[in-house]
């Protein structure tokens, strides 16, 4: 029995975080990346295929590769992930009841007229300034803004059906990476920051973390700071 578990045991070196470091990490990483990507959307792909609810979305494949290449990274975590395409499917559909209000025409036409065309790019822009006022960065989100915006999410149903896919997709990301040893927060890490800064000619215009003299210099004189 203790030979056995020990024969056990030998199997946490498949993991991510103990073939880390016998070198190779960038054809790691991508089949890493490989392998998740696909159970996570697959599973979803299962689920919506026995509750014949529709729970995959074109929006969620950035997602899934966010989460799986750049689980360090604010953007890929379950907050940002949530909150992120959640806000800008309200701005979406918000742009799309105006639209249809007001202009109804523009929803009759074949193709994307020009109108349609203008409020999906509002509705990109409001999701991006909401996203970033609020500190839910999350880069795929802004692909839910213009598809609810032409009307894409146009149920009950649909929408329901994202909400699920991204608590589900989520869900996913924290199991498959502890499984694999990697470091993921369940909603978000305690005093994590937002990336990327802005970058300068004189330095980066959000939070210097340098402990460098004249690189925390330059970041004052470029942000007004003393």
């Known amino acids: 029995m203790p030979g056995f578990l020990w024969q056990l045991a030998k199997l946490s070196r498949l993991r991510f975080f103990y073939l880390a470091t016998r070198g190779k990490t960038q054809r790691l990483t ?45 953007m890929s975590w379950p907050r940002n992930c949530i909150l992120g395409h959640l ?18 025409q523009a929803l009759s036409h074949r193709g994307l007229p020009l109108l349609q065309a203008l409020f999906a790019s509002g509705a990109m822009a409001l999701a991006a300034l909401v996203m970033v006022s609020f500190r839910i960065l999350h880069p795929p989100a802004a692909s839910t803004a213009m598809l609810a915006a032409t009307g894409y999410f146009d149920s009950l149903e649909r929408m329901a059906g994202l909400i699920l896919a991204l608590f589900l997709l989520s869900a996913e990301g924290v199991l498959l990476h502890r499984l694999a040893g990697i470091v993921y927060p369940w909603w978000r890490e305690k005093g994590g920051g937002e990336e990327p800064p802005i970058r300068t000619k004189l330095g980066d ?12 210099l330059a970041h004052q004189l470029t942000t007004r700071r003393k």
């Open 30 to 74: 991508a089949l890493y990346v490989l392998i998740a990507s696909f159970v996570s959307l697959s599973t979803l792909g299962a689920v919506a295929y026995f509750l014949k609810w529709s729970l995959l979305f074109p929006v969620l494949g950035p997602t899934a590769f966010l989460i799986f290449y750049s689980p360090a990274r604010s």
């Open 87 to 104: 806000s800008a499917l309200i701005c979406g559909l918000a742009a799309y009841l105006i639209l249809a209000r007001f202009f109804p």
């Open 205 to 216: 215009l959000g939070e210097s973390t340098s402990t460098d003299p004249m690189a925390r």
